[in-house]
C-alpha cells in the first residue's frame, strides 16, 4: 500500500531563511508523481510543485525546490527566502500513474515564519 | 477564472440530520473530487468523478453518504445521518484530465461540517 510520511508536525523558520520540510514515501510502484500543496488558514490546497518519478532533474517553481531521492523515496521541499506569507500547512502527496489514479496525502507540517 | 465553488463555507446540524454540500467546478474541468480532510491530517478522497459518472468510490460510506454530479457539471455530497465523527472539513477539487502525466487539481475552500 501506499503511504506518505511527514515526520516534522510544526516547523519554524525566520523570514528570509530557507527551510526544507521533509517527505518519504512507500510504494512498489515504478511510475508515480509526487506533489506539494500549501494550506493556508482560508483552507484552500494550492498546489506548489511536481516531480515525476522518471524526471531526472529536480522540480523547481520559484521559491520552492523539490530535493527528489528517489533510492531513498523522499521528496523533501525547500522554501528559499522564506515570507509572513508562507506560515501555512504544507501536504506531500503522491500520485500512482494509472488511468484510476488516487492521490495520497501526507499529514501534513505546520510552518511558522518568524519577523 | 472562477475557482472552485463550494457551499455553504461552514454548517453546524445536530447528530441524526442530514446535511448537503454543493460544489462548482472550475469551468471544463471534467474530473471532479471530493475529499475529506480531518483535523490535523490531510485530505482523503471519498469520491471521484469522470463527467457524470463516478469511478472511484471505494472510500465513501454508502450507507450514510451519497453523492451525484447531474450532468456532468455541479456535484452535491449529501450525509444521512450525520454522526458525531462525521466533524470535518469536506473540500472539493476538479482537474482538466485525470489521464495526464501532470494532473493539477485545484481545490475549493471547503465547507467546515461541525455535528453537535
Known amino acids: 500500500a501506499q503511504k506518505i510520511t511527514q515526520t516534522q508536525p510544526g516547523m519554524f523558520v525566520q523570514e528570509k531563511e530557507a527551510v526544507t520540510l521533509d517527505c518519504t514515501y512507500d510504494?512498489?510502484?515504478?511510475?508515480?508523481?509526487l506533489f506539494w500543496y500549501k494550506q493556508p488558514s482560508s483552507g484552500e490546497m494550492i498546489f506548489l510543485i511536481y516531480?515525476?518519478?522518471?524526471?531526472?532533474q529536480n522540480a523547481t517553481e520559484g521559491r520552492y525546490s523539490l530535493n527528489f531521492q528517489k533510492a531513498r523515496k523522499s521528496a523533501n521541499l525547500v522554501i528559499s527566502a522564506s515570507q509572513l506569507g508562507d506560515s501555512a500547512m504544507y501536504f506531500c502527496a503522491m500520485r500512482k500513474k494509472t488511468s484510476y489514479d488516487k492521490v495520497i496525502f501526507g499529514p501534513g507540517t505546520s510552518l511558522s515564519v518568524i519577523p | 477564472e472562477a475557482g472552485v465553488v463550494q457551499s455553504p463555507r461552514y454548517k453546524i446540524i445536530e447528530k441524526k440530520q442530514p446535511v448537503a454540500f454543493w460544489c462548482n467546478p472550475i469551468?471544463?474541468?471534467?474530473?471532479l473530487y471530493w475529499y475529506l480532510q480531518n483535523l490535523g491530517q490531510g485530505p482523503e478522497l471519498l469520491i471521484r468523478?469522470?463527467?457524470?459518472?463516478?469511478?472511484?468510490d471505494s472510500q465513501l460510506p454508502k450507507d450514510r453518504f451519497s453523492a451525484e454530479r447531474l450532468k456532468g457539471v455541479d456535484s452535491t455530497l449529501k450525509i444521512q445521518p450525520a454522526e458525531l465523527g462525521d466533524s470535518a472539513v469536506y473540500l472539493c477539487?476538479?482537474?482538466?484530465?485525470?489521464?495526464?502525466?501532470?494532473?493539477?487539481?485545484?481545490f475549493g475552500p471547503g465547507t467546515r461540517l461541525t455535528v453537535l
Open positions: 468523478y469522470e463527467n457524470e459518472e463516478a469511478v472511484d
Open positions: 469551468s471544463g474541468h471534467n474530473t
Open positions: 516531480q515525476g518519478s522518471y524526471d531526472e
Open positions: 510504494t512498489s510502484d515504478q511510475s508515480y508523481g
Open positions: 477539487a476538479s482537474s482538466l484530465d485525470s489521464g495526464l502525466d501532470y494532473n493539477e487539481q485545484f
